[in-house]
């Protein structure tokens, strides 16, 4: 697969071609807020290079998923719910509900969040 997908909107943000509120980064991920916010804070974390899905990405460079987990706490600390707690969650495939084929962590917090998801 190729680093950088022309067609990909996530690719789009990294490459600074398409708009993005950046909260975070580091040499291999991005972290952007979303843009239809489901809690206080909703944030996707992103690996610069372009997989799929977490399965893809994990299957390719099981680090690469660490990686996002590592900035995704970080993230939470910044924003003040590292103690409180948050969510980190990748959907994955469309019965899942991802809607963007470019592997993203969701970091969400600042309110009860239930389990089960629905
Ligand atoms: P998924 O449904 O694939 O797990 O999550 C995709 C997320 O990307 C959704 O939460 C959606 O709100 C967000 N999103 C879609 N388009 C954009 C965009 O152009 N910019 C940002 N920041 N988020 C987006
Ligand atoms: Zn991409």
Known sequence: ???????????????????????????QTLAFR????????????VPRQHYATAAQAGAADAGLLDEIARVAGEVATAEGI????????????????????????HLLGGRGLEWPPG
Request: negative net charge; contains cysteine; aromatic residues 4%.
């Open 34 to 45: 979303d843009l239809n916010p489901q809690a206080p804070t909703h944030v996707l974390i």
């Open 82 to 105: 590292a103690d409180t707690g948050y969510r980190l969650v990748f959907n994955t495939g469309p019965a899942a509900g991802q809607t963007v084929l470019h592997v993203h962590g």
């Open 1 to 27: 697969m190729a680093p950088t997908e022309s067609d990909c909107l996530f690719c789009g943000i990294i490459a600074g071609r398409i708009p993005a509120d950046v909260v975070g980064e580091s040499e």
